[in-house]
Structure formats: C-alpha cells, structure tokens
C-alpha cells in the first residue's frame, strides 16, 4: 500500500457580505467609546489643573537659615539670632515683597569681638559681624535679586558688657543692621 503525502494547500477564504452588529451591540459600542472619551478628556484635564493655589493669591513668606551656625554648635543663640532676625526683617520689608514672592536669608557666620567697647590693638573699636546671604525668589521660582551682606557694629552698640545679655543685645543690634542693609539691597 502506498501513501501519497500531498501538501496542504490553503484554501481562499470567501468573503461575503460583513455582518452588522445588532443594535444592542452597537449602542454598547458607542456607549463604551463615549465612556472612554470622558475618562481621558477629565484625565487631561485634571492634568492640566495646577497642583496648588495660583502663586498670585500666595502669602509672601521672610525665612531665615541658621543651618551654618547650627554647624558650628551655636544652637540656641543660632535659634534666638534666627527669631531677632527674622522680626527685623519683617519690619523692614512690611508691605513691600508682592504676593507669592520670598525672601530667604542664610547666615553663615556671626563673630562678636572679644572685649565689648575695648580698643583692638590697631588702635580701633572693636566690631562684631553678621554674614550672610540675601535672595529674593519670586512667584514661579525664579531669583529675583540676591546679595552678600556683611553687617557691621560695634561691640560696644549694645550698651556696657558688664550688663546681663550682652551678647543677645549685640545680636540684636547686628540682626537689625543686616535688615536695613537688605532693605537697601533689594528692590521692592
């Protein structure tokens, strides 16, 4: 007996006519498409919408960062130095910073002289220092001014180095020099 193997020919498919979905299938088709259309039109949307509240309507903010002398170990005089700080420059800037803007301050180093209303041996008043850094942010993020402060006054400013809380005072003294040369610095 013998066996022929004759390969298998595909035969064409016969298209006829399409078939039409019923009308049930036909509304669960559109209603499914309408469907999907909603969720990615309320996706983009939503999408769209800001994050947050319109930076306009936005409270200007006046921060002060005493990480640097955090760093140092200067702890609660960096913590009083950041509240004297901040009180003077919210008198110096009151009403003029428009809303949604910010001011950041970071102090990186304070130095009081060693003898309050001594004579150094150059024959000068001995000072105390305040340095830090002054950045005016705007709405939308962007740097609007920033400058390099060095403030300056004399020890002996505070009053008598004999008296209690000299070098709070002397702070206080520096922490409003600083606020009026950063008024001058920046624009309102």
């Known amino acids: 007996m013998r066996m022929s193997i004759r390969p298998h020919v595909p035969t064409r498919a016969k298209f006829g006519p399409a078939k039409r979905p019923s009308p049930l299938a036909r509304r669960l ?5 309408l469907g999907l259309a909603t969720v990615l039109a309320i ?4 999408a769209r919408a800001p994050a947050h509240r319109p930076a306009a309507r936005a409270v200007p903010v006046i921060s002060v960062d005493v990480g640097p002398l955090l760093a140092q170990g200067l702890g609660g ?14 008198a110096q800037f009151s009403g003029s910073l428009r809303p949604g803007e910010r001011l ?12 309050s209303g001594d004579i150094n041996v150059f024959g000068l008043p001995d000072t105390d220092y305040l340095d830090g850094v002054i950045t005016l942010v705007g ?3 962007q740097q609007l001014a920033s400058k390099d402060i060095l403030a300056t006054s004399l020890s002996s400013y505070a009053g008598p180095w004999y008296q209690p809380n000299g070098e709070q005072r002397r702070a206080v003294v520096l922490a409003q ?7 001058r610095y920046i624009p309102s």
Not at 29 to 33: E, L, T
């Open 29 to 33: 088709i559109g209603f499914a498409a």
């Open 77 to 90: 005089y960096a913590e009083a130095l950041r509240a004297e700080l901040t009180q003077a420059l919210q």
């Open 43 to 46: 996706g983009v949307a939503e």
């Open 104 to 115: 950041v301050v970071v102090i990186r180093s304070i130095s009081l002289a060693a003898y």
């Open 139 to 141: 709405p939308n993020g």
């Open 177 to 183: 020099s600083f606020a009026a040369w950063a008024r």
